[in-house]
């Protein structure tokens, strides 16, 4: 059989490989992938849409049908396609079920529970025709089964992952004159509630919103920034420092039902810090260890103040719970672990 992994946008591969040697950056799990399988890569090269693409586009796969239906006259039954996400994946799962010869198809899920995507869903079968339909939020997983009908045998966990290697423990390089808070991200942040937990309190607080592989979503912000508020983008050496300075790292959440905040929470793990995450649905699975993470309720900056207090009172604590976080990571997330499970999945589909 022949794997390919489908991509919705062009990333420079060749540039990431040689940042990650350099030590610059963390490497790219897709290109793991591709690697492990011997993979082709594909990605858009402005293949054209028909006004009925456009139509379609309304409800999922925006500007990506020519290249969908591009991709799926030229696969078979002997190739296994894996796609990363929806927005091309529900498309190209579309396209490929009307054809006699059609390739064994791998979809990745992130966010399907959203209006005109549950629509689609629901109204056109065709959507529904992948193979296996993987996510890192078993709310997804079960929103496909529980909502839209299909079968729990066509869907599998894969938890997230961060190359282990990059975020790593390591020495709190230059002085900090007063506890240090961290916190990243745009998708379903609630910074809000983190500025009134940490009101008064003696620390310093940094946050950086860059997210090479999302995009902002419905976050929320104070009126005004606390001055003992720092925001901008970290190159990636400075973030993986900037977790390795941390005395907490701090995931505030909005309510959601997708896996927003893991990212952040895996990269402190893998770091050795203490996590407090707020307890939402999107994250059921990755919140039962109680030794490395301390949770809250979300909206609710009086738990929140206290969840970190607690921590910044008991540096032993600190140490202890950042020390299972970094055991966890390294067995649970690593980029290598993750791979493995996807590519165990699609060579199984291609059996």
């Known amino acids: 059989m022949r794997h390919h992994v489908v991509l919705s946008r062009f990333i420079d591969f060749p540039a990431i490989e040689e940042g990650a040697r350099r030590g610059l950056r963390p ?40 290249y969908a239906r591009d991709l799926a006259a030229r696969f078979s039954s002997e190739d296994v396609v894996y796609c990363p996400d929806e927005q091309i994946g529900l498309p190209l799962a579309s396209l490929c079920s009307r054809r006699e010869s059609r390739p064994k198809l791998v979809v990745m899920v992130h966010n399907v529970d959203r209006p005109r995507t549950r629509a689609a ?18 709310r997804q997983l079960n929103f496909l089964s529980d909502s839209i009908g299909i079968e729990r045998s066509r869907t599998r966990f894969v938890p997230d992952q961060t190359d282990v290697r990059f975020f790593r423990p390591g020495p709190q390089d230059g002085a900090k004159t007063r506890p240090l808070l961290v916190s990243a991200g745009l998708e379903k942040r609630d910074y809000q509630v983190l500025a009134e937990a940490v009101s008064g309190l003696d620390v310093d607080v940094s946050l950086t919103g860059f997210s090479a592989d999302s995009a902002p979503g419905g976050s929320r912000f104070p009126q005004a920034w606390p001055a003992n508020f720092t925001r901008r983008r970290y190159e990636w050496t400075e973030l993986a420092d900037l977790y390795r300075k941390a005395d907490v790292v701090v995931v505030t959440l909005l309510p959601n039902r997708y896996a927003a905040g893991i990212t952040t929470m895996v990269e402190g793990m893998a770091s050795a810090r203490p996590i407090v995450v ?53 067995k649970r997330y690593a980029s290598e672990t993750h791979v493995e499970t996807l590519a165990a999945i699609l060579e199984g589909v291609g059996r």
């Open 278 to 330: 707020t307890r939402t649905e999107g994250l059921q699975g990755y919140l039962d260890d109680g030794d490395a993470l301390t949770l809250v309720a979300p909206e609710d900056p009086a738990a929140l103040r206290r969840a970190i207090l607690d921590l910044l009172e008991s540096p032993e604590t600190r140490e202890a719970r950042g020390r299972r976080a970094a055991e966890i990571a390294a």
């Open 27 to 66: 490497r790219h799990s897709l290109k793991q992938l591709a690697d492990r399988l011997n993979a082709t890569i594909h990605w858009p090269t402005g293949q054209k849409n028909t006004v009925t693409d456009r139509l379609r586009s309304q409800f999922i796969g925006a500007g990506l049908w020519g």
């Open 121 to 138: 869903l629901r109204l056109c079968p065709s959507f529904r025709s992948a193979d296996v339909f993987v996510s890192v939020s078993n």
